[in-house]
């Protein structure tokens, strides 16, 4: 068999355009700069319309962490994170984000400011809280908890919303205490209209992966895609930018330069990107003319592909349904039809997970999900191990071998299959 070879150029201006609009934002937050207060946020069911309508800019600690993993520098934050105390085991985002703090938040695409307010905006993971109790510690500024109770069945329950709407006046209120302003609403309704049409732009992108073949990479190029549904959601900035990628789909398709030359396998993958070696990770699909066509991880910041939108006519409402839908606020029967419903949809030929040592919140019921895939929807499985921001827990030859295998024996079932008159 010929294996596929790497054909970038797929990527063409949408990731040029990235790049520039992830560089404008970083610019935006340097000393000397007129820059608004910062608030920082997680990004699963973040509030970020709320804090954006009090004149505030978001700050995502966990998209800084990567950034910084994929530049081949959170090694170092991690390692003084370590120094501080912090274990072996503790989430590489908050070494990394720790570590940054006690550098003076210097990276090598800029300096990330201190906070000017906290908000812990979820918790489905416990780790969260603790993160942000360190840095309220070192920074003394104010600490908002918002409390997202677990979704326990496909539709948010009656009591959890109006729990959950409750805690958002709350938060109103505390901001327009801090702050001295009053929420201006209409500016909210605005900043959750252009939010919903970026929302609308990233699914027509994501649900391209449908086609045969995909002309987009679902898992390790809608990575660099997430970045303005997360940290620029509620902008025209963002909302541009779909279009323009949506464009972007459009000429790969007439110009008939997809992700691989030959599209030999479909998968849909499941957990979060060993970013320290993202790239040679992506090199070992390519090689073996395997495209992601659907993917979870991408759907942390909002599950928009399965009906969710915000929605300006429901200001609150609609926040709190998008913060009780975050993808690890979900049980796992839930996790598990989503995969099982991708398979079918994207018509994927095998499912491939990869669990994070450091991310129990993500990773741990991942081994109970390899089983109900490849033995209840007989889907072909390959379950890696690594970790999203140490580097030292990546084994690329080790991966290479296990992805070898597996491909090879993907290979061989269809070479039966063919023989067999099934295909
Ligand atoms: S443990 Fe997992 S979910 Fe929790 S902060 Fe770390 S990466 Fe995020």
């Excluded at 307010?117 to 070192?138: D, M, N, Q, R, T």
């Excluded at 994927?348 to 450091?358: E, R």
């Amino acid at each position: 068999m010929t294996r596929g070879a790497d054909s970038g150029a797929f990527l063409g201006s949408a990731r040029e355009l990235q790049k520039q609009m992830v560089d404008r934002y970083y610019s935006s937050l340097q000393p000397g700069n007129e820059r608004k207060p910062v608030a920082y946020m997680l990004v699963g069911g973040n509030l970020a319309e709320i804090v954006r309508a009090f004149g505030y800019e978001v700050v995502f600690p966990e998209i800084v962490a990567l950034t910084c993993a994929i530049k081949h520098t959170s090694l170092d934050y991690i390692l003084k994170a370590e120094a501080m105390g912090y274990g072996l085991d503790v989430c590489g985002y908050v070494k990394n984000d720790l570590g940054l703090q006690e550098s003076g938040g210097e990276t090598v695409f800029g300096k990330i400011p201190p906070p000017d307010l906290l908000v812990c905006s979820f918790s489905g993971c416990y780790v969260y809280v603790k993160w942000w109790e360190a840095l309220a510690e070192k920074y003394g500024v104010p600490l908002v908890t918002f409390d997202v109770p677990y979704m326990r069945g496909p539709t948010p329950l009656k009591e959890d919303m109006a729990y959950m709407v409750a805690q958002l006046e709350e938060f109103i209120s505390k901001l327009e205490k801090i702050t001295g302003r009053s929420l201006d609403r209409q500016e909210l309704r605005r900043i959750l209209a252009r939010s919903r049409a970026a929302e609308e732009g990233w699914v027509r992108f994501l649900q391209r992966g449908r086609e045969r073949p995909s002309p987009i990479e679902a898992y390790f190029e809608a990575v660099f895609y997430m970045f303005p549904i997360n940290v620029l959601r509620g902008t025209q900035e963002a909302v541009d930018f779909y279009e323009a990628v949506n464009r972007d789909v459009d000429r790969r398709i007439a110009e008939r330069q997809y992700p691989v030359p030959t599209e030999k396998v479909r998968l849909v993958v499941e957990g979060v990107p060993p970013y320290p070696h993202y790239r040679t990770f992506w090199d070992f699909f390519k090689s073996w003319g395997a495209v992601s066509v659907a993917a979870t991880y991408p759907k942390v910041g909002g599950l928009f592909d399965r009906g969710f939108l915000h929605d300006p006519a429901r200001p609150l409402e609609s926040i709190a349904e998008y913060s009780l839908g975050a993808y690890v606020n979900q049980s796992w029967p839930l996790r598990r039809a989503i995969i099982a419903d991708y398979v079918k949809e994207y018509e994927a030929d095998a499912v491939l997970i990869h669990g994070i040592k450091s991310c129990r919140s993500f990773t741990a019921g991942q081994g109970d999900l390899r089983d109900y895939v490849s033995r209840e929807l007989g889907v072909p499985t390959l379950y890696i191990e690594s970790d999203h921001q140490d580097p030292r827990y990546f084994a690329p030859a080790q991966v290479k071998n296990r992805m070898d295998a597996f491909f090879e024996s993907l290979e061989h079932r269809r070479a039966v299959s063919h023989a067999a008159g099934v295909v």
